[in-house]
Nanobody, 121 residues
């Protein structure tokens, strides 16, 4: 089995910063795409940012220029540096990873349990 554990959420004032981290553990052979999603109350879960194994990145328009995603392949970790936070960034943030657990196997999708980020105005 594979587990994704997030950390780093919390309460911050508008304009502040937070850094989220996610560590993957378990029967991991290889991790392909890693990403952060978020879900605000009453809304669907949406992509925030994703990063390929080689480091290529994509960001949702609302966070471009403010958030930075990074990863450490040796440690199976992914991070999200969030700057210039806005009240509309308030949501539960979820870590996501596509993981190969056996040679020749498909990449399976895993989610973390989520971490709350609250930005006060």
């Amino acid at each position: 089995q594979v587990q994704l554990v997030e950390s780093g959420g919390g309460l911050v004032q508008a304009g502040g910063s937070l850094r989220l981290s996610c560590a993957a553990s378990g029967s991991i052979l290889l991790i392909n795409t890693m990403a952060w999603y978020r879900q605000a109350p009453g809304n669907e879960r949406e992509l925030v940012a994703r990063i390929g194994r080689g480091g290529s990145t994509n960001y949702a328009e609302p966070v471009k220029g403010r958030f930075t995603i990074s990863r450490d392949n040796a440690k199976n970790t992914v991070h999200l540096q969030m700057n210039s936070l806005k009240p509309e960034d308030t949501a539960v943030y979820y870590c996501y990873a596509e993981v190969q657990v056996r040679v020749g196997g498909n990449f399976l999708r895993y989610w973390g349990q989520g971490t709350q980020v609250t930005v006060s105005s």
